[in-house]
Structure formats: C-alpha cells, structure tokens
C-alpha cells in the first residue's frame, strides 16, 4: 500500500469511521472459491438437508451424487457421519431409519460375574461405535468439508453403545450438544476418533457406474494399546431384501478365515436369490494383516445377544467382521466400498481388487 494511500485510508477512517467499518465487513463477505489477498479461499461447503430419520426426528444430512447421475448418498451428522441412505435410481437399498454403513468394534470381557453365565460374551463387551448412540449420545460430528456434491470427510468421536459393560479403567462420559449425559445410566464416550472421507469409484461391470468408496481412519489418542478387537464393518438394508450372499461362502464363525484368503471379503442382501437387485459391502483384505476374519449376512446386535431368535429391528443388517489391535496414540486406515446393484457385478469387482 502506498503513502498516499494509507494517508487517504487514515483521513477516511477519522472523518467517516462507519463507511471504513462498512469496507471491512464487506471485505470479509468474500465468497469462497475467489481470490483474497492473492490467496485462493478453499470451497468446502457441503449440500445439506434436513432427513428424517422416524415420523417425529429429524437429522442434518450431507447429499453426495455419483458422476453418472444414477445414485445420491446421505450421511447423517448427527451420528458420526455414517451413510444413512443409498438410492440407486431412486430406489432405496439402505434401510434409511438408521446407520447404513457403519463401524462397530468389541472387546470382549471374559467376565466371571454370575449374572453373566450363559450369556453371550457381546453383553460385557467395550462397544465403540460411529453410527450407534450410548444412552442417547450419539457419536459427536466435528468437522466436514466437501468437494461440491462428489464426495465427503467427516471428523467424529466415537462412543461406547455397550454403556460401560466393560468396566473401563478410565471411562469417559458422554457429552451432548454442551451438556454432561445425565440419564441413568449414563452413555459414555471412548478415546477413539474415526475419520471418514466418501468418494465414487468407478465400477467395470458398468451397472451402476460408479460404487461408493469408504476411506476410514480409527485413532486410539491415548498410549495404551487396545485390547484384541472385533472389527464389524457392517450395512444395513431394508426387511425386503431377505436373501443373504457372503463370499468367500467357508469364511463364517466357524470356520473364519485370514486375510490372505481373499483379496476381498463380501457381504450383502439381495431382494431374490440371484442377486439381481440389493446392496453389499466389499473389504479388501490387505491392510488388516488378520488372522480371524468372517462374512455374516445376520448381524443384528440382538441376534448376537440372543443367539437363536429373531431380530426385532426389522433390517436386514450383514458384516464382515476382521480382529485387528489398534495400537496406543496410533491410527489404523483401511477402506471398503458400498456397491449397488447385482451380485454378479459386486463380486466381479470384489475379486478384481487384488489383480
């Protein structure tokens, strides 16, 4: 800036002090994208809607659409940024009135109480969840950014839905919208943030054209490191899509698998036994370096807590479920992808992940 010019400004501000406050507010209303200060102002605004998720609540949604025009995805903010709805030329293959696409982890606790005998080892469980609430704290949403309407990061805090079971050392309480859970008991929150970047990867089969990538990293902020955990990368589609496929068919509870088994492992549900029309959830196998990993196409919490009877949620919820430890003040990143559309092409796809 030149003399002259700062004389100017100077004078300016002593005689007409509102019209220089005007110039700096104004200046400050710089819409994003142009250039300020020969700096260019990144554009991460994301497209919102309100989504509801029953009759009477309601969420904050991020609306993501595939290049070729054919799919829209929706993450909720509320509940950690999980993917809440998938429609494939506008039919919806999620089950859209809870998380769609969702990270759970247990640690199971081998607890010797007597209230405990019998059960399953899931109720004494360490349960951090992105997509799940704990006494109604949902997972924090922290921070998003988008690029237009292509794809999507969010930053969460994940909480523990097994409401302390476990008897954590040093557990956390929930905290939501400010406030400390006072319900009885209270939810807690665990020391796991998970980050999720949502972005449309090509699909060689052609129908749909695109598949919905899944870019997740997990950070333990303290240095202990975790006990062994059960990682379920799960989905959930709605109660009409009743015929499960897994691949690959042997890799289940009783006979897991490791992850050299298989390039990828595939869970899903389809409306007819062919798999012509439903959705499924492929996991490549590379980074997780496991020894015990296995496909479920019926992985309801409550037919896990109660084996042998049938869900009351009415989805259809399948997993992939990989043990993997996650080291003190460590990350652990992984990816997987959410593919519409037939069997046929997902698996073609699933088995084209390694070559």
């Given amino acids: 800036m030149t003399r002259r010019v700062v004389v100017a400004f100077r004078s300016l501000r002593k005689e007409f002090p509102c019209v220089v406050y005007l110039i700096c507010a104004l200046g400050a ?16 605004q994301c497209q919102v809607e309100d989504y509801a998720i029953t009759a009477k609540s309601k969420v904050q949604v991020v609306v993501l659409r595939d290049p070729g025009h054919e ?3 929706r ?73 237009a309407d292509l794809s999507f990061r969010a930053f969460a ?10 008897f954590q050392t040093e557990p956390l309480l929930g905290v939501w919208a400010g406030r400390v859970s006072n319900n009885f008991p209270p939810g807690y929150s665990t020391p796991y943030s998970i980050e999720t970047v949502a972005s449309w990867v090509a699909n060689p089969g052609k129908a749909p054209r695109y598949y919905l990538r899944l870019d997740q990293s997990v950070v333990n902020v303290r240095p202990e490191q975790s006990r062994q955990l059960q990682w379920f990368l799960t989905g959930a589609a709605p109660w009409e899509y009743e015929f499960g496929k897994g691949s690959p068919e042997n890799c289940n509870t009783k006979t897991p698998c490791t992850s050299s088994s298989a390039t990828a492992f595939v869970a899903g549900r389809y409306r007819d036994h062919e798999g012509t029309d439903g959705v499924a959830a492929v996991v490549p196998s590379a980074n997780w370096s496991t020894s015990r990993a296995y496909v479920l196409w019926d992985a309801n ?4 807590l109660y084996p042998g009877y049938s869900s009351v949620v009415r989805n259809r919820t399948f997993a992939t479920v990989l043990d993997h430890p996650l080291e003190g003040l460590s990350a652990f990143r992984f990816s997987w992808y959410i593919c519409s559309g ?11 992940l390694g070559r």
């Avoid at 805090?157 to 476990?166: E, F, G, L, P, Y």
């Avoid at 037939?342 to 084209?352: E, L, N």
Wanted: contains cysteine; glycine residues 12%.
């Fill in 29 to 44: 209303l710089v819409p994003s994208g142009v250039t300020a200060r020969g700096q260019e102002i990144p554009d991460v």
């Fill in 157 to 166: 805090m994940m909480v523990d839905s097994a409401v302390d079971n476990s």
């Fill in 71 to 73: 799919q829209e995805a």
């Fill in 342 to 352: 037939s069997w046929k092409q997902t698996k073609a796809f699933a088995d084209g």
């Fill in 75 to 147: 993450f909720d903010l509320k509940h950690g940024g999980t993917l809440v709805s998938l429609r494939y030329r506008g039919n919806e293959l999620i089950y859209a009135h809870g998380s769609g696409a969702n990270i759970q982890m247990y640690a199971i606790r081998a607890g010797h109480e007597k209230e405990l005998e019998g059960l399953s080892p899931y109720w004494s469980s360490f349960n951090p969840s992105q997509g799940g609430e704990s006494m109604q704290v949902p997972a924090t949403t922290a921070g998003v950014a988008c690029n």
């Fill in 301 to 304: 919490f409550d037919t896990m």
